[in-house]
């Protein structure tokens, strides 16, 4: 059974930082892109970032540029997600993602 599993979400304020972790079972992704993704209550979920599978290429959504960092270690099946500077906009649940599988979410809220 494939699983992701999300963790590291939970409440901080305006300015701090939070490292997300996605734990892969089941099956090895070292050859497929992951992602991070976030839904906010009453919005349709938003890309935020992508890593490549060698881990030498990733990808961000304007608005966590600079502020983000997706990483990636193969030999424990694991992404990262480190969000620097957090702003209450970036309040989500956060899901891993790859090829057609998901996790269950962190959820991340950012007080101002």
């Known amino acids: 059974q494939v699983q992701l599993v999300e963790s590291g979400g939970g409440l901080v304020q305006a300015g701090g930082s939070l490292r997300l972790s996605c734990a892969a079972s089941g099956r090895t992704f070292s050859r497929n892109a992951m992602d991070w993704f976030r839904q906010s209550p009453g919005k349709e979920r938003e890309f935020v970032a992508s890593i490549s599978g060698s881990g030498a290429v990733s990808s961000y959504t304007d608005s966590v540029k600079g502020r983000f960092t997706i990483s990636r270690d193969n030999a424990k099946n694991t992404i990262y997600l480190q969000m620097n500077s957090l702003k209450p906009e970036d309040t989500a649940v956060y899901y891993c993602?790859?090829?057609?599988?998901w996790g269950q979410g962190t959820q991340v809220t950012v007080s101002s």
């Open positions: 993602h790859a090829a057609h599988y």
